[in-house]
C-alpha cells in the first residue's frame, strides 16, 4: 500500500509542477485470496496431553525390521547361432559407389595427342586408364593414370608386371583420394 501511495503521490506532483501538463492519474489493485487448508486437531485428554500416547510407550510399539536381503538372479545366456550372410554389391551398387584405392601415374605429359599414344601402348587386360589435367607452374600437364587397386601394394606389384617401356618411365602408385582432394580433382576415362 505504501508504495502505491508513494507512485501516486509523484504522480500528483509531477501534474502539479507544470501549468500546461494535464494527465489522468489511475491506480489498480490486486488481491490474492489463499484457501487454507483445514488441520485435523489431536484428541486431547483433560490432561492436555494426547490420549494413549505417553513416553514410556512410544519406543515399545515402533515396530523395526532387518533389511531383507535383495535375491539376484543370474541367468545364463547361450549365444544365439544365428547365421549371417554377406552378399556381394550388385552392378548397379558398385556403378553408384566408386572404390577409392590406388592407381598408378605411368607418365606426365605435355600434349594431348601424347596422352592417346601412350595410352595406346597400355595393356588392355580390363584395368581402367585415365587422364588427370593439371597446371603445374603455369605449364599444362596431362598425367595417365592405369589401373583400380584396393591398396598401395597392389599397385606396385602391378608397376612391376608393366612392359619395359613403361617401367623406364618410372611410374608410382598413386592415391585417388589424393587426386580427388587436389586442386585439379577430374579424372577423364580413357577406356
Known sequence: MKK????GLSAILAACSSGSYTTDVTSESHREDYN???????????SGM?????ESNVE?????????????????????????????PTAKQVAM???YGYTIQ???VGSQNKVDQFASKLPKDGQPIWENYKVVNGTKWYTILFGDYATRQEAVKAISELP?????LKPFAKSIDSIK???????????
Open 4 to 7: 502505491i501511495s508513494i507512485v
Open 36 to 46: 487454507v487448508a483445514t488441520v485435523q486437531q489431536p484428541v486431547v485428554s483433560d
Open 50 to 54: 494426547a490420549t494413549g500416547i505417553t
Open 60 to 88: 515399545p510399539q515402533v515396530i523395526q525390521t532387518a533389511p531383507q536381503p535383495v535375491e539376484k538372479k543370474v541367468v545364463k545366456m547361450s549365444p544365439k547361432t544365428a547365421t549371417v550372410s554377406i552378399t556381394p
Open 97 to 99: 559407389n566408386p572404390r
Open 106 to 108: 605411368v607418365v606426365a
Open 164 to 168: 619395359a617401356d613403361f617401367q623406364s
Open 181 to 191: 582432394n587436389s586442386e585439379f580433382p577430374t579424372l577423364n576415362k580413357l577406356n
